[in-house]
């Protein structure tokens, strides 16, 4: 079974950085993408930024040029870069890894769906 462990949130000030890591305990047989996820109080959990298994990117419009997501295939971790943190940037952060487990699942179609236990983000003006 695959987990997803996060780390690096915290309380930083306006236009500070953190930065997020999201490691899977395992490899997986293919990884469809692994992401960031984030839900604020109130709100719905929207997506951030994400990995595909090809390596393309991308982001929500409201982070775009701040935010930066990238994966380290030797230990299974995906990473992301925060720079000019906003107050409304302010969130619990979550993991989420899709793909197959292994190729007995592929061929059944039977994706993973997996999400870490999420990580607070404070950003203070």
């Known amino acids: 079974q695959v987990h997803l462990v996060e780390s690096g949130g915290g309380l930083v000030h306006t236009g500070g950085s953190l930065r997020l890591s999201c490691a899977a305990s395992?490899?997986?047989?293919?990884?469809?993408?692994m992401g960031w996820y984030r839900q604020a109080p109130g709100k719905e959990r929207e997506s951030v930024a994400r990995?595909?298994?090809?390596?393309?990117?991308n982001y929500a419009d409201s982070v775009q040029g701040r935010f930066t997501i990238s994966r380290d295939h030797s230990t299974n971790t995906v990473y992301l870069e925060m720079n000019s943190l906003k107050p409304e940037d302010t969130a619990v952060y979550y993991c989420?890894?899709?793909?197959?487990?292994?190729?007995?699942?592929?061929?059944?179609?039977?994706?993973?769906?997996?999400w870490g236990q999420g990580t607070l983000v404070t950003v203070s003006s």
């Open positions: 395992t490899s997986i047989y293919r990884l469809s993408s």
């Open positions: 989420n890894l899709a793909g197959y487990e292994s190729l007995y699942t592929f061929r059944r179609k039977r994706p993973l769906d997996v």
């Open positions: 990995v595909t298994g090809s390596g393309d990117s």
